[in-house]
């Protein structure tokens, strides 16, 4: 299957700060991916999709101020979690949808530990 | 809204078949996909169907799917040690956009 990358694996930071993560297409170009949130034992909760050349789309109730998507190239996504604190740590996982397979072959990175303490 | 459903917990032996099963409220899903997760790790696809579809059968995989009860199940044949993980469902209404079950936990003895 097709390979998405993200980076980085794991990530602890302080009360406050931002934090960036990094989705990357590896073998094919991908202009809409998508970035969910999973919580330790729980299901995978869609944030946001982002749009190569445009604005990010959020789902109902995710702050978009927080939570910055920014889709740079056709291989590249990243969000970032802006002023983050305790209750934002989580999973965060991205998807791309394949070129070849159209939307509905999608692929998930291995995913972000985020702690923030 | 897209509501999707699964049990929490199988067990197994290794050498049995494993049925992990999937209730999903959205008619107009097109696409129904079984995803697993090993601890700390992304999610894998195994397979999908789409929804004009029954049956799809990949390997030690085969996916039935019952559109007018809106009913997904996977079957795993010959389940290994190496199967256990949570499995997910999700469907895919909104173009490119999944919504997942809560993940089914599969456990198989040795």
């Known amino acids: 299957g097709a390979v998405v990358s993200q980076h980085p694996s794991r990530v602890i930071c302080k009360s406050g700060t931002s934090v960036k993560i990094e989705c990357r297409s590896l073998d094919f170009q991908a202009t809409t991916m998508f970035w969910y949130r999973q919580f330790p034992k729980q299901s995978l909760m869609l944030m946001a999709t982002s749009n190569e050349g445009s604005k990010a789309t959020y789902e109902q109730g995710v702050e978009k101020d927080k939570f910055l998507i920014n889709h740079a190239s056709l291989t590249l996504s990243t969000l970032t979690v802006t002023s983050a604190h305790p209750e934002d740590s989580s999973f965060y996982i991205c998807?791309?949808?394949?070129?070849?397979?159209?939307?509905?072959?999608?692929?998930f990175g291995p995913g972000t530990r985020l702690t923030v303490t | 809204g897209e509501d999707v459903e699964q049990s929490l917990f199988l067990s197994v032996r290794e050498g049995d078949s494993s049925v992990i099963n999937c209730t999903y409220t959205d008619s107009s899903s097109t696409y129904l996909y079984w995803y697993k997760q090993e601890p700390g790790a992304g999610l894998q696809l195994l397979t999908y169907i789409f929804s004009n579809m029954d049956m799809k059968q990949d390997q030690r995989l085969t996916v039935l799917l019952n559109k007018k009860d809106k009913h997904l199940s996977l079957r795993i044949a010959d389940t290994q040690t190496g199967d256990s993980a949570i499995y997910f469902c999700a469907e895919m209404a909104s173009y490119g956009k999944l919504t997942f079950g809560q993940g089914t936990i599969l456990t198989v003895h040795p």
């Open positions: 998807s791309a949808p394949t070129g070849t397979g159209g939307m509905y072959e999608q692929y």
